[in-house]
């Protein structure tokens, strides 16, 4: 994955400094450091942000506020100095293995979230919702050390070759760089996508389950008002039987009314609640997914779709770099789609704030506390 498209390097007087992509750079950085640590905080700060799914979304602000602190700024330095790397071959290798490895944990994040989302629309009873469990504990550590492996050879001087060009600071083995994007994205992201689909599809039938129950609890409430509406007045009611041929107590079925819901000849209305959760005593465990996921669930496919947007013409153009010989792509556009690429860590922290309301809740309190 290059960050940097080197150009020939000309003598330093010569060559021209790219100020649009220094003040441009310095801002991203800002907005993207102070988003994604906003983020953070209102997961550790406020208990209705405390689920799962935000324990994730923190993973993934963990990545991009990552990739503000140590790759934009080397990058940022190279784009000011007209695309020419002036510094260490060490550090350019630093740059590209830590470049890989975050824009990858933020793929996987991504997946990882799809994965974790998928189970709980599938298997709500055994979804732990309240706090982070071993099955999400490793989801979130296999995120992380998959991402580093991927990463890995270059680390282990991948990029160190012979004749390397010390102007140039990108990834120089083609075979790695069809490797690394097969891994980090044309692989992950068709996966995410058909959980996703899956995903929504299943929360569909729920929805329709739902409806479909509520409707029927709606249709026995008025069974029983109607029935209760032909019982006489408990005045007129019948002295109670002798105590010989009085039904037990333990013989009355759950359906025979007591006494107590009786008032003025109507039995007392039964809640859509006791109806619906009376006997299935799984439901009264938290079995059903409530309003808050729906809400995370919404959010999440604008998240991705905004992240395929932004990293879709990089990775490919980038694979076809490698692979076609014969194909020139000017270092401008290169240079454009990297930068795109970069804006996407700028954008989560938008969208939890227009598309959650306890996210906007929480910036909008602590950014009055700061200003006032």
């Not at 960050?3 to 021209?16: K, L, S």
């Not at 509520?214 to 007129?236: D, M, T, V, Y």
């Not at 007392?268 to 669930?297: C, Q, T, Y």
């Amino acid at each position: 994955m290059e960050v940097v498209n080197g150009t020939e390097a000309g003598d330093p007087e010569e060559r021209g400094h790219n100020v649009p992509a220094l003040v441009f750079g310095v801002l991203l950085i800002i907005v993207i450091t102070c988003g994604n640590v906003l983020v953070c905080l209102s997961v550790f700060m406020e208990r209705a942000l405390k689920t799962t799914t935000n324990y994730f979304i923190v993973s993934l602000a963990v990545a991009d506020l990552m990739l503000a602190v140590l790759v934009l700024p080397l990058f940022v330095y190279s784009e000011f100095e007209d695309g020419v790397w002036t510094l260490s071959t060490t550090l350019c290798d630093c740059l590209m293995t830590m470049d890989v490895m975050l824009c990858t944990a933020s793929i996987f994040n991504l997946c990882a979230i799809s994965v974790d989302r998928f189970i709980a629309v599938s298997i709500p009873l055994t979804y732990n919702r309240k706090h982070v469990d071993t099955r999400q504990v490793l989801l979130l550590s296999a995120t992380w050390i998959l991402a580093l492996a991927v990463a890995s050879p270059i680390m282990f001087g991948l990029n160190d070759i012979p004749g390397r060009e010390p102007g140039e600071c990108k990834l120089e083995n083609n075979d790695y760089v069809v490797y690394s994007s097969v891994c980090s994205f044309f692989i992950p992201c068709p996966i995410m996508l058909l959980l996703y689909c899956a995903m929504f599809r299943g929360l569909r039938r729920w929805e329709e389950s739902r409806k479909a129950k509520l409707r029927n609890s709606i249709q026995a409430c008025r069974k029983l008002q109607e029935a209760a509406a032909g019982l006489p007045p408990l005045a007129s009611l019948p002295p109670l039987l002798p105590p010989i041929i009085e039904r037990e107590p333990a013989e009355a079925g759950p359906e025979a009314p007591t006494p107590a819901e009786f008032r003025d000849g109507r039995m007392r209305a039964v809640s859509l609640a006791e109806i619906k959760f009376d006997h299935d005593p799984r439901r009264r465990k938290g079995a059903k997914i409530n309003s808050r996921e729906r809400k995370a669930m919404k959010v999440l496919p604008v998240v991705v779709g905004c992240f395929l947007f932004c990293w879709t013409p990089f990775f490919v153009l980038h694979t076809m770099r490698a692979r076609c010989q014969g194909c020139h792509i000017p270092p401008v556009l290169m240079s454009v789609v990297t930068w795109l690429g970069y804006v996407n860590s700028a954008l989560n922290p938008v969208i939890y704030t227009i598309f959650n309301t306890e996210f906007r809740n929480f910036f909008k309190k602590f950014l009055g506390r700061c200003c006032s």
